[in-house]
């Protein structure tokens, strides 16, 4: 403590000096902090978004589904992977899909439509609250119409919807290639329309019920895919070792696996994270240097007298150092708190982007409100790396100091 009082002192033997080093350091460690927690917000936000919207931490297909896309390869025992799923507390849904004709009056769209349990999707995922006008699909049967006849839905996405000059209420003729060879004709309402999700959901997705697909493709309950999800609780890898053994010889994948692209992105993005680390900490390190030379030059009668007494030079080379701990610690941690501070505003307004609608990432939806993440981590990182940054910093001064001859150092001026 007697060396950490004794450096706090020296530093403010030269005010000016020291205050114009240690605010180069609170800055460098506040904006380290923002970085790591707009970084760290961006991430999650695009991670969340792609696996909690439709695509789930894991999914199970039948070998070869989804290169192939054919209709009539599907999971086999679907209902042992579901049962394997809420064993392990995972939600799980199944979901068809098929390849078809869309028109709305007179325009017509290639679609893929979706067979899905309405009540299902919306106790696993948040697609069906992303539903910009109208509503999601009816979890049951809707009642007959004014003619008495029945009534079948449909959710559009939004691009596709757009190319069908759709709207809630329009009637939409869907014409398929049927399961048993047949042109599988028939008419729904436009239930809703969803909000920019994707670009493959926006682009071509027409969700129906899963009573209504299997009528319209004569499926007879046909499944291509199960969704996984335990809403960050487990790890993706984790998921799919739940499931594995009740998926025989069905594949199972992970989200990294089933979206690579996000995947690698993700990673650049956390790597990235590491080199801004290091540049303010070159940057913090680069001022503390210059400013530990200068104290060293300006102290040379100083330390001569010190080694002339019988001071060693590790004596001399801790107290340099201590005095660059003491500046990077303390005002480091005045940076960590306006770092933290201003992180915590972030993370309650954001930074707005300035579109007015959802941005897309690799394909994916985010808010246009940048959140930033609180981490008591990120906090305590960057007061420590901007520490040792400062020992190291002060090492060469301070080697520079102990080999001072002590007749020639007191004869300076």
Known sequence: ???????????????????ITGAAVALNTAVLIVTIGLTQGMLETTVKSLTQMSLGEAQVHAPKYREERRFHNT?????????????????????????????????????LFWGVDPARERAVFDLAGQVQQGSYLSEKPPPPNADGDVVREVVLGHKLANALQAQVGSELIAVVQAADGSIGNDL????????????????????LSQRDFAELFVSRGLTHEIALQSGGRLESTAIVDAVRES?????????????????????????????????FGLAAGTGVMNSMLMSTFDRMREFGVLKALGATPWRIVRDVAGEALVLGLFFGALGALLGGLANYYLSVHGINLGTGDDLLLAGVAFDPFWKSTMSAEAIVGSLLLMGVVCVLSALYPAFKAARLDPVVAMTEP
């Open 1 to 19: 403590m007697n060396v950490l009082r004794i450096a706090w002192r020296n530093l403010w033997r030269n005010g000016p000096r020291t205050a």
């Open 188 to 207: 729904f309402l436009v239930k809703g329309i969803l909000k920019t999700v994707s670009s493959d959901v926006d682009r071509s997705a027409a969700i």
């Open 247 to 279: 998926a025989g010889q069905n594949e199972v994948l992970t989200w990294q696996e089933l979206a690579p692209s996000t995947a690698q992105m993700l990673e650049m993005f956390g790597a990235l994270m590491a080199i801004f680390g290091l540049i």
């Open 75 to 111: 999971i086999q025992n679907p209902e042992a992977i579901l049962r394997a799923a809420e064993e392990h507390g995972i939600g799980a849904t199944a979901r068809s899909y098929g390849a078809g004709l869309a028109s709305v009056g007179a325009k017509s769209s290639g679609a």
